[in-house]
């Protein structure tokens, strides 16, 4: 098992207001044009400078209905050209004829990852969302559209770098996830699209000690609150990356632990620079 993990954030600015609700006449909610162009010229950016790093990104995070699906076919190719698995909020898949729409996160996984892929071939899983916002609910009845639910929950197994969970922003408060993920899990990846910043980054750190894993929240950077938190003991290494201020594109790559925890996790090794597994966590091995 590694003893890092890079993770790339491309935090980009989308206005959901001007992109699904700007005018009242129109009742349907896909991203508008100039919302598309500006998100995808974004995402260009963002994937240029990744690619100038010299230690690139294993797996590259965009924020909740950041990418246009339109976007979709030049992501694949980013995600081969970088070797890098992408975990992308995609805008509304709608059908029109149940006038039902899903919130979806696409992730793009080349198919010699990890490590780098030159045969451009791809697999691609989607993730919809459980639970919508109050608000984000109202503003698609508002324009006669129903929210169509997904309970599933997924555990990706990511070979070197550990096991990881992704949370579509107000699933991030779901207690059920949480029990389901705690002991499984060495990562756990949201987008969101989120303007209570502060309470989200209290959610982080609280859910990093009792899943006692990685929590990294890769927000809009039209709201800012990107946060990056790790189970370490020392209050100043805990968090590994936060971003404060609106409306501000950024990328950035952080490096997350993975042996360590798992195998503090497993009980195999204690870790001082780590914090001790909270009560009842693995039943508390003595190691």
Request: proline share 6%.
């Given at each position: 098992?590694?003893?890092?993990?890079?993770?790339?954030?491309?935090?980009?600015?989308?206005?959901?207001?001007?992109?699904?609700?700007?005018?009242?006449?129109?009742s349907h909610p896909p991203i508008s044009k100039l919302e598309e162009y500006e998100a995808r010229r974004e995402l260009r950016e963002g994937f240029r400078?990744?690619?100038?790093?010299?230690?690139?990104?294993?797996?590259?995070?965009?924020?909740?209905?950041?990418?246009?699906?339109?976007?979709?076919?030049?992501?694949?190719?980013?995600?081969?050209?970088?070797?890098?698995?992408?975990?992308?909020?995609?805008?509304?898949?709608?059908?029109?004829?149940?006038?039902?729409?899903?919130?979806?996160?696409?992730?793009?996984?080349?198919?010699?990852?990890?490590?780098?892929?030159?045969?451009?071939?791809?697999?691609?899983?989607?993730?919809?969302?459980?639970?919508?916002?109050?608000?984000?609910?109202?503003?698609?009845?508002?324009?006669?559209?129903?929210?169509?639910?997904?309970?599933?929950?997924?555990?990706?197994?990511?070979?070197?770098?550990?096991?990881?969970?992704?949370?579509?922003?107000?699933?991030?408060?779901d207690v059920e996830m949480h029990l389901l993920y705690r002991t499984n899990i060495q990562h756990l990846f949201v987008l969101s699209y989120n303007k209570?910043?502060?309470?989200?980054?209290?959610?982080?750190?609280?859910?990093?000690?009792?899943?006692?894993?990685?929590?990294?929240?890769?927000?809009?950077?039209?709201y800012g609150g990107s946060v990056c938190v790790a189970p370490y003991k020392l209050p100043h290494r805990r968090v590994i990356y936060n971003s404060e201020?609106?409306?501000?594109?950024?990328?950035?790559?952080?490096?997350?632990?993975?042996?360590?925890?798992?195998?503090?996790?497993?009980?195999?090794?204690?870790?001082?620079?780590?914090?001790?597994?909270?009560?009842?966590?693995?039943?508390?091995?003595?190691?």
């Amino acid at each position: 098992m590694n003893e890092t993990l890079d993770v790339g954030l491309i935090l980009t600015r989308l206005d959901c207001k001007s992109a699904y609700y700007r005018d009242r006449k129109n009742s349907h909610p896909p991203i508008s044009k100039l919302e598309e162009y500006e998100a995808r010229r974004e995402l260009r950016e963002g994937f240029r400078q990744l690619s100038r790093c010299v230690d690139k990104p294993q797996i590259i995070l965009a924020p909740e209905l950041s990418t246009p699906r339109s976007f979709l076919t030049e992501l694949r190719r980013h995600s081969c050209s970088l070797g890098a698995v992408c975990i992308f909020g995609l805008d509304y898949r709608l059908d029109s004829i149940s006038r039902t729409a899903k919130n979806e996160i696409v992730i793009i996984i080349p198919e010699r990852w990890p490590g780098k892929n030159f045969n451009k071939k791809t697999f691609q899983v989607s993730i919809f969302k459980t639970h919508p916002s109050p608000v984000e609910r109202k503003a698609l009845r508002k324009r006669k559209w129903i929210f169509s639910s997904d309970n599933r929950l997924w555990l990706f197994d990511a070979g070197p770098y550990g096991t990881f969970g992704v949370a579509n922003c107000y699933d991030f408060l779901d207690v059920e996830m949480h029990l389901l993920y705690r002991t499984n899990i060495q990562h756990l990846f949201v987008l969101s699209y989120n303007k209570d910043v502060m309470s989200f980054r209290h959610t982080a750190e609280s859910l990093c000690r009792t899943l006692y894993c990685n929590v990294v929240i890769c927000n809009t950077g039209f709201y800012g609150g990107s946060v990056c938190v790790a189970p370490y003991k020392l209050p100043h290494r805990r968090v590994i990356y936060n971003s404060e201020g609106n409306y501000l594109f950024s990328t950035q790559i952080i490096k997350l632990p993975v042996k360590s925890i798992s195998e503090q996790q497993r009980g195999v090794k204690h870790y001082p620079e780590l914090k001790d597994l909270p009560p009842g966590f693995m039943n508390n091995k003595d190691v």
